[in-house]
């Protein structure tokens, strides 16, 4: 059998990695939760909030995406950069509501420098001065770019893969995969901790999705952070016939990712919304240690802050008290008495 102790590895093989993901699901996801025990708290999931910063437009014509300047057919509403003072005092509020981690996105081809550029860097340091984590993914970026983000305090560069080398270009065709390759390398030069991982359910195979972790686990060291996103169809996109992945696709594919890269945080992304309060947690029980809050992931919808607060509640995560707790938008969300903790949650 594949061996998976938990040993850091970088030389893992296609075909090692496909035979752990093909493996019965409850030997996966035992394997997976003891790796995970390993080299984490158990009880310890991150929550991120997601922002925006700029709105479609996006020249790239990345197949799933609603932001691309060439799907004309999504209904989007385009927007120009976001003032730093609103963006940070977004930030504040997603503070307050139990985030750690602020991730703020333009749908930007690659980085210009100029006045826009100029007011992210002003955002990722507000941000920091709060006492959060900054991330942002603005496409490809030179050294110097690179540079006055990570002065600016910024803590990840989110440069997601999508997918394998071998399906790519069914994806994406106004960039390569080196492209992404060499922008990742660019970050990690500068100290920037990686954050980047792929999305499911585009008509790609299980050798795909094991082809895009080998790549992702040949770095050295393995990314920070590793997003695991299920596909979410939007209308007008040239994946919006695709149909839903079953949830324990995405159990898998936590489960596999935990095991090449232990000590990484697996991030449960995009495509949350559809899984149900059971599947979440079994993806938690798999590997999971961070999820994405708030209702909108840049521009397709993710679980409302109830939803949420039922299920930090129900797993009983003591590192986030319910963030609902005493506050007026529980009391209206309610409208019943406050359990023994005081809590008014839906659980």
Partial sequence: MTPADGTIRHDWTVDEIATLHDLPLLELIGRANAVHRAHHDANRVQRASLLSIKTGGCPENCAYCPQSAHHREVELTKDRLMDPTRVIALAATAQAAGAERFCMG????????GAEFDAVVEMVEGVRALGMEACVTLGMLKPHQAGRLAAAGLTAYNHNLDTSPEFYGRIVTT???????DTLATVRAFGIDLCCGGIIGMGETVRDRASMLRVLAAMEPHPESVPINALVPVAGTPLAGRPPIDPLDLVRMVATARLVMPAS?????????ALNREAQILCLVAGANSLFYGDKLLTTP????????????????????????ESGALNKMAGSRAGPDGCRCPH
Avoid: M, Q
Wanted: aromatic letters at 6%; glycine letters at 6%; one cysteine or more.
């Fill in 265 to 273: 945080t697996v991030r449960l992304s995009a495509g949350r919304s």
């Fill in 106 to 113: 333009a749908a930007w081809r690659e980085v210009r420098d």
């Fill in 302 to 325: 993710n679980a409302d802050i109830g939803e949420d607060a039922a299920l930090f509640a129900a797993i009983g995560d003591p590192a986030h008290p319910c963030p609902l707790k």
């Fill in 175 to 181: 960039r390569t995969y080196r492209d992404r390759l």
